[in-house]
């Protein structure tokens, strides 16, 4: 009797301990892209809003046709868009189109590492377009590596005009691995 009484406690507790973690978390909004893998150094992986589909390429296969933004670990790059951070957290809460500068792509040269030996301290540089302001998105700061999602939605200007808004919410995989992107996006944002 008192093995039951500690087992039927014990599944009560475990019901009550799920129900208050799904409160406390944010339910997702827009379309929810999960455990993007952006971690190889020597990938894009593109993003098309409109079809909602990953491709993940090499550095130099040709980028597909249709696409609106690419992530590379960290980096991001539009496909002749822009990008504005906002001070909104939510995306319910960004109702139009925000009236701030946006940013476009610029040519980096020590900004996308391609390789990477730690144990050597040597790392190689594409020269590529990234777009700085997207790629505030996450920041890594010490070691071992700690990484920090800005909790704020972005917009995006897509090359044909039209707007998505999109807010990043983890670096990291559902087996805690880095390098994984989650968002939540809207297309077409008006």
């Known amino acids: 009797m008192k093995r039951l009484l500690l087992t039927g406690w014990a599944i009560v507790s475990c ?18 892209v999960y455990d993007l893998d952006v971690s190889a150094y020597d990938r894009w992986v593109y993003f098309s809003f409109e079809t909602g ?9 040709a980028a597909p046709a249709k696409w609106d933004i690419a992530l590379h670990r960290g980096d991001v790059k539009t496909n002749g868009g822009s990008a504005l951070k906002t001070d909104v957290t939510k995306l319910s ?22 390789e990477a030996d730690m144990m050597q301290e040597i790392m190689t540089y594409d020269t ?18 700690v990484y920090t999602v800005a909790p704020q939605v972005y917009v995006v200007r897509t090359k044909d005009g039209k707007h998505a808004k999109i ?24």
């Open 15 to 32: 019901l009550l301990c799920v129900s208050c973690k799904e409160d406390d978390t944010e339910k997702p909004e827009g379309k929810t």
């Open 53 to 61: 589909v990953p491709q993940s390429l090499g550095l130099k296969e």
């Open 93 to 114: 809460e960004l109702t139009q189109v925000p009236s701030g500068k946006f940013v476009s792509d610029t040519l980096t040269f020590d900004v996308v590492v391609v």
């Open 128 to 145: 590529t377009e990234v777009n700085l302001e997207l790629g505030s998105w996450v920041r890594r700061s010490g070691m071992p590596p």
């Open 167 to 190: 807010r990043f919410s983890s670096y990291k995989s559902a087996m805690d691995k880095a390098g994984h992107a989650t968002f939540s996006y809207e297309y077409p944002f008006e």
